[in-house]
């Protein structure tokens, strides 16, 4: 499943590439139209949040499509990063965690308490 994700978004990013060489900025091209193809495809693919968190791919749709110059692949990437954000969540637990409470965000388990969402504090010393 990585490979093929990976692979869609290699080819739809060549595609955008090709486009965004073009001299003026045209919406009917057919470097526009495959783009626009391929990024359809990846709104389809059946994605899941690890498969998300695995790959990064919808960091790297927002990175290269979101501020592209042409405005039908700005808004398909919108279109498919808004499909991706309703997937349902899974919680990333360790595989040795049998049991857990959800309690705010919070995993308790019978060893430790997982915070997924918290980020480590930078030790930047001056």
């Given amino acids: 499943m990585e490979k093929e994700l990976l692979s869609l978004f290699h080819s739809a990013l060549k595609a955008a590439d090709a ?3 073009l001299t003026t900025v045209q919406s009917n091209t057919p470097e526009v139209y ?3 193809e391929v990024l359809k495809e990846l709104r389809s693919f059946p994605i899941t949040t690890q498969l998300l968190a695995k790959t990064n791919v919808s960091r ?3 990175q290269e499509f979101v501020h592209h110059r042409h405005d039908k692949i700005k808004n398909m990437a ?3 990063l808004e499909a991706w954000k309703k997937t349902p969540t899974v919680p990333c637990l360790p595989p040795n965690t049998q049991k857990f409470k959800v309690r705010n965000n919070v995993f308790k388990t019978s060893k430790k308490t997982i915070y997924p969402f918290q980020q480590k504090k930078s030790t ?3």
């Fill in 78 to 80: 919108l279109y498919v």
């Fill in 19 to 21: 486009a965004s060489l």
């Fill in 60 to 62: 790297l749709v927002r």
């Fill in 124 to 126: 930047l010393k001056l």
């Fill in 34 to 36: 495959r783009c626009i």
